[in-house]
């Protein structure tokens, strides 16, 4: 299958001509919107949203084109080359309108009488209007976050299989939350989501932008089931620059009311978020995010959060790793920077004297989180930065500053400190079995994604168990396996699946050790379970069996099982009505380039309290992918558009990324000193928390470098707008002087 996009931002189409696409040798079909007349809009993965409906994507485009390279029409043939060679034969008449660019500017005309002002969003508590009118000092910025997102190695890709003789449809290559893809699925093409299978693969990393619901995936099931043969769709890396979600544009007005100490009275920000042309899967849970994260770990007394959430002519925008808290995290952090200026202490000083103290926890905050109350579990956030400032070597880095200031280098420190959120709920399912061979199965509805899933998941099954993790085979991503599933997004996958792991192994373990009392003729209680086999906990050089025995004694047909129920086998489940929050902060040392204006990160530490590590090398390969991709959005990669809304950032030599020559060695303080009460297992999540605050801290190390505090109000930070502040405020010319 090849998809054709429009050309154009925004348009009424006014013909498709497909004939001589249609009659090239070796084409199937070339399908318009008249042929999927079926078919709705694509659905919100929570389901109906009232005020929003109206905005959906239809699967492909009917009356208007609202974005380049918006699905317009797709070929089904023999081969790849000639479905691209059909593509480029189909002829579109689109009528250009005016395009919306900036979700700054006058909303405009989605069409049918509806505004591209599509909705606010508003969170707070507190008198912020009478904290402002008393307060000591007022300090206000206006900052912006470009718009990027994930490039995965690999780009996305589906395959579509009908099986007419089980009457099943098969999509494979599905990643992140199958299982909520398969009801969003299943009810777009009028099937029972039994007669629905999707299989997750192995992928380099999901980020938010693999995995969700695009038109691709519904033409790829729709056209295997028409044709009775399966389809295969691979984007190339334009197609995947040009139309896969992207994200994090906004714009803040955020403003800081202050007492003479610095301490904050209210902080109030009226921010714009540009959605692109339509609501994805996710709906508006970015910019419902950014109202609810951005205090992070300050106490404030009064807060005001009124975002508008604005479509505009560029691709679709949706979640990406630490989606609302990237953003989030360099607006707050540049506010705290700003506010230490004018209050004349020092950044760490500014902090100290705002942070929820440890004594205060559980911190309780009126705010909602994807529908949960905000109540911080457990965390010291001032003991981890002073540990923090000690690993840095903070005190004696400055006066190494100082002195190469001295000698005209352009360098500079900075920091940030923030809270994640993880573990969002409400349950999890697993089940675990051992077959008479020994071997354990752990079957899961959370899926793969580049975390080390697999790994992490056999590790608590075999603690909870007693087995060696390397006899258990870890299935996942599959719906036909079992019935539900969270998947794997908003670093929930460790917390809410591990715990149901837990959860189903340590019934496992009841029951064998059950069985074993009857056949060693000892009580289940004065058992064990060491490295699979079961001994007695008295005397383990004494008679003992192992699980695979058990399993054998457990069969239907076994005449010793007695009245336990047959198999070695027990679900788990884990619910849970509040999310988990992680904690740390990371310090960058930068040197800028003043010929150029090139920024370079010469030193970087990232700490973080994951409450419970399950396994530490894996957090901090997390922890340090997380760096890279924030180091992109910090520095380097930005989605740029022109006035008639045409992407200008759709190769790698317009987007760049970082890469080995520019990501730094990264020292990682991994500190498991307070774990959650909110699970079993103590497990906070760790899988966003390398990508949160990069930004802030980038933006703060490289002001700190140019000494022009309140000067850095965006990212990213290319050489070009470096080199341009630096001529603007003589830096470069103060330097060669020195």
Not at 364 to 389: A, C
Request: proline share 4%; aromatic share 8%; charged share 25%.
């Amino acid at each position: 299958m090849r998809v054709v996009r429009s050309p154009i931002a925004h348009g009424k189409l006014l013909e498709i001509r497909i004939k001589e696409a249609e009659a090239l040798d070796g084409v199937y079909a070339v399908w318009t919107a008249r042929d999927i007349s079926g078919l709705g809009p694509i659905d919100f993965r929570e389901g109906k949203i009232e005020k929003l409906d109206a905005y959906r994507q239809p699967v492909l485009a009917r009356d208007f084109v609202r974005y380049v390279g918006e699905p317009v029409a797709v070929v089904f043939a023999e081969d790849a080359y000639r479905a691209e060679d059909a593509a480029d034969l189909v002829g579109l008449n689109i009528e250009e309108l005016n395009p919306v660019v900036d979700a700054f500017s006058p909303p405009g005309d989605f069409g049918s009488g509806l505004s591209t002002a599509a909705a606010t969003v508003e969170q707070g508590f507190g008198d912020v209007d009478t904290a402002f009118a008393s307060a000591y000092k007022v300090v206000e910025l206006d900052l912006k976050v470009g718009r990027h997102s994930a490039v995965p190695l690999e780009t996305r890709g589906a395959i579509g299989r009908y099986d007419e003789a089980r009457d099943v449809l098969e999509l494979h290559g599905a990643a992140k939350v199958p299982h909520k893809n398969r009801e969003s699925l299943a009810h777009a093409l009028g099937r029972s989501p039994t007669s629905l299978h999707l299989y997750e693969y192995h992928v380099g990393g999901g980020f938010g932008v693999r995995g969700e619901i695009y038109p691709e995936d519904i033409l790829v099931l729709l056209g295997a089931q028409r044709f009775g043969r399966p389809v295969k769709w691979i984007e190339d890396r334009r197609e995947h620059l040009m139309s896969a979600n992207q994200s994090r544009e906004q714009r803040h007005h955020i403003r800081a009311a202050v007492d003479s100490e610095g301490r904050l009275l209210a902080i109030d920000t009226e921010f714009w978020h540009d959605q692109g042309a339509y609501p994805r899967t996710h709906a508006m849970r970015v910019a419902e995010t950014t109202c609810g994260v951005l205090l992070g770990p300050y106490k404030v007394k009064a807060y005001r959060a009124r975002g508008h959430y604005r479509l505009t002519n560029k691709t679709p925008a949706a979640t990406y790793r630490a989606p609302g808290r990237y953003e989030s995290n360099f607006v707050r952090e540049r506010l705290l920077d700003t506010i230490a200026h004018s209050i004349g202490i020092s950044r760490i000083e500014i902090r100290r004297r705002n942070l929820i103290k440890a004594e205060e926890m559980p911190y309780f905050r009126d705010l909602n989180l994807h529908e949960h109350r905000t109540i911080y579990d457990t965390g010291d956030y001032e003991g981890l930065l002073d540990r923090s400032l000690t690993a840095f070597g903070w005190d004696g880095l400055q006066v190494e500053l100082s002195r190469r200031r001295a000698a005209g280098e352009i360098v500079g420190a900075g920091f940030a400190v923030f809270v994640e959120q993880s573990g969002v709920g409400p349950s999890d399912g697993a089940r675990v079995n051992v077959d008479a061979s020994g071997i354990v199965e752990v079957i899961t509805g959370g899926t793969s994604v580049g975390q080390g899933f697999e790994t992490s998941i056999a590790q608590v099954c075999a603690e909870a168990l007693g087995c060696d993790y390397r006899s258990i085979r870890v299935v996942h991503g599959r719906t036909d396996r079992i019935e539900f599933g969270i998947g794997a997004h908003a670093t929930r996958a460790t917390v809410m699946t591990a715990n149901a792991v837990a959860a189903a192994a340590r019934n496992v373990r009841v029951k064998a050790l059950e069985m074993a009392g009857i056949l060693l003729q000892a009580e289940p209680g004065q058992l064990d379970i060491l490295d699979g086999r079961i001994v007695s906990k008295n005397a383990r050089s004494g008679p003992s069996i192992d699980l695979g025995s058990i399993a054998q004694a457990l069969k239907p047909s076994s005449k010793v099982r007695g009245n336990l129920s047959p198999g070695l086998c027990s679900d788990g489940w884990f619910d849970t009505d509040d999310q988990v929050y992680p904690y740390g902060n990371q310090f960058a040392v930068v040197s800028v380039d003043r010929e150029t204006g090139a920024v370079k990160v010469e030193k970087y530490l990232i700490a973080y309290d994951v409450g419970r590590a399950v396994n530490p090398k894996l957090v901090r390969g997390q922890l340090v992918g997380g760096f890279a991709q924030g180091l992109g959005g910090a520095l380097y990669e930005e989605f740029i558009y022109n006035e008639s809304g045409e992407p200008l950032s759709v190769s790698f030599a317009d987007y760049l990324l970082p890469t080995c020559s520019e990501v730094p060695q990264v020292e990682v303080l991994l500190t498991e000193d307070h774990p959650t009460p909110r699970n079993p297992l103590g497990i906070k999540g760790a899988g966003e928390g390398g990508i949160a605050p990069v930004g802030a801290v980038i933006a703060s190390a490289i002001e700190d470098a140019l000494q022009l505090t309140g000067t850095i109000t965006q990212i990213p930070l290319s050489p070009q707008k470096v080199k341009r502040l630096m001529e603007d405020n003589n830096v470069s010319l103060q330097c060669r002087k020195k």
